[in-house]
């Protein structure tokens, strides 16, 4: 599985774009990127995935270095429900497992 | 649509002694997870059941630590004997059988072990 780094800690003003960082240098061609965060007392929840192109839902965008050993998640206007604890991840195409770090915890002042 | 549901949510135990905790997927979600997160780190797991067939039992410490999926849908994990370092938050989680294998995972049961 590949590694990802991940600063331990971030800190943001609300209303603002945040751009959380990931390195996964050791990434293969066909292993997919997933985000999760886990608010407090809660379980993680599925924020974004991608492979190489940038990709955009609801709650962020991802994206993608073109060789694909790093990757940026994009919160547009960050909120105070959005402090919690961000997971970077990498998953084989073939397979479920998800290898979780120890994330960046996100702090958003109001 | 209802989410993943553990029980109970906290747990306080001596060590030595045994516990339980049980997960009820989303109905139709034929993969089952079941991971431990120790305060400060990612949860890492510990099974993954596909139906009821183990598919990963890798970081499952088999000598004190089982598990089961009758039927193909709820779970129970048990810890016997439990030891100091088995404190730590169990999450479940579920997911279909698709490309995007999404993982939806509950709020997870809290064990303290004294």
């Known amino acids: 599985d590949a590694k990802t780094t991940q600063p331990n800690s971030m800190e943001s003003n609300e209303e603002e774009p945040v751009h959380l960082p990931c390195n996964h240098s050791?990434?293969?061609?066909?292993?997919?990127i997933h985000w999760y965060r886990q608010l407090p007392s809660q379980g993680p929840e599925y924020v974004i995935h991608g492979l190489t192109s940038n990709v955009n839902n609801r709650m962020a965008s991802l994206a993608i270095a073109e060789d694909r050993k790093s990757s940026t998640l994009i919160l547009h206007r960050a909120t105070l429900r959005d402090a919690a604890v961000y997971y970077c991840?990498?998953?084989?195409?073939?397979?479920?497992?998800?290898?979780f770090g120890t994330g960046t915890r996100l702090a958003v002042r109001p | 649509e209802a989410g993943v549901a553990q029980s109970p949510r906290y747990k306080i135990i001596e060590k030595r002694q045994s516990v339980a905790f049980w997960c009820n997927p989303i109905?139709?979600?034929?993969?089952l997870y079941w991971y431990q997160q120790i305060l400060g780190q990612g949860p890492k797991l510990l099974i993954q059941f596909q139906n009821n067939g183990v598919v990963d039992d890798s970081q499952l410490p088999k000598d004190r630590f089982s598990a089961e999926r009758l039927k193909g849908v709820d779970s129970t994990l048990k810890i016997q004997p439990a030891k100091l370092e088995d404190s730590a938050v169990y999450l479940c989680?579920?997911?279909?059988?698709?490309?995007?294998?999404?993982?939806?995972f509950g709020p997870g049961t809290r064990l303290l072990v004294l």
């Open positions: 109905s139709g979600h034929a993969t």
């Open positions: 050791t990434i293969s061609g066909t292993d997919y």
């Open positions: 989680a579920s997911s279909l059988v698709d490309r995007g294998k999404t993982q939806y």
């Open positions: 991840t990498t998953k084989k195409s073939s397979g479920d497992k998800l290898t």
